[in-house]
């Protein structure tokens, strides 16, 4: 049973489309951290997110803490192929342990 | 610097059989965590080490043990083996055990 739910499950756009991936809990995290999965290879860190409300950004990646450290948006603007992945986010509980959303698999089309 | 390694890459086994799977941290890194990653979903927690000590583990049985070394390299050991152990196994070291954590490429175990 995955704490976190990630939404859309998949997502399918067109060169130079924005898209928006969802990450939702019931639980408080200490922080939150995003990750991209290429097949066959392990998550690559993107961000973490520590405090209420912080938004980061990784050139075209937005990222953002809901203020109850509860939710947490990942928007790409102008997606291209290289953005092609599975996403993945998870919580830092106060225990140090990680927990993952199932993931949303992200395709971008030349 | 040399990443999180993990050995073997790719294992088949058969139902009832052991596994042992291997992971070497970044250097300087004293944590070592591990988790399983079945097909479709993210990766599940199943242990997480620091300094030789045993710090968490999640919700998985008694056939899954691990250990850490003194060199903080680790051993991830599945006992009688079922169908659906079937995954990618994937090591992740940090720092301390509040750092963000790092991730090897995983093992892809089989088992027929």
């Known amino acids: 049973t995955q704490l976190l739910e990630q939404s859309p499950q998949f997502l399918s756009i067109q060169e130079g489309e924005n898209l928006t991936v969802y990450c939702n809990s019931s639980?408080?995290?200490?922080?939150l951290q995003w990750y991209r999965q290429e097949p066959g290879e392990g998550p690559v860190l993107l961000v973490t997110?520590?405090?209420?409300?912080e938004v980061k950004k990784l050139k075209r990646l937005t990222f953002q803490f809901g203020d109850a450290r509860k939710d947490s948006s990942l928007h790409i603007t102008a997606a291209q192929p290289g953005d092609t992945g599975l996403y993945l986010c998870?919580?830092?509980?106060?225990?140090?342990?990680?927990?993952f959303g199932a993931g949303t698999t992200v395709t971008v089309r030349a | 610097d040399a990443g999180v390694t993990q050995s073997p890459t790719h294992l088949i086994k058969t139902r009832g059989q052991h596994v042992t799977l291997r992971c070497s941290p970044i250097?300087?890194?004293?944590?070592v965590s591990w988790y399983q990653q079945v097909l479709g979903q993210g990766p599940q927690f199943i242990f997480q080490?620091?300094?030789?000590?045993?710090?968490g583990r999640g919700n998985f049985p008694d056939r899954f043990s691990a250990r850490q070394f003194p060199n903080y390299s680790s051993e991830l050991n599945v006992n009688a083996l079922l169908l659906g152990d079937s995954a990618l196994y994937l090591c992740?070291?940090?720092?301390?055990?509040?750092?963000?954590?790092?991730f090897g490429p995983g093992t892809r175990l089989t088992v027929l």
């Open positions: 992740a070291s940090s720092p301390h055990l509040r750092d963000e954590q790092f």
């Open positions: 250097s300087g890194h004293k944590s």
């Open positions: 639980s408080v995290f200490s922080s």
């Open positions: 080490y620091y300094e030789k000590e045993e710090r």
């Open positions: 998870a919580g830092l509980n106060y225990d140090y342990k990680l927990s």
């Open positions: 997110v520590v405090t209420g409300g």
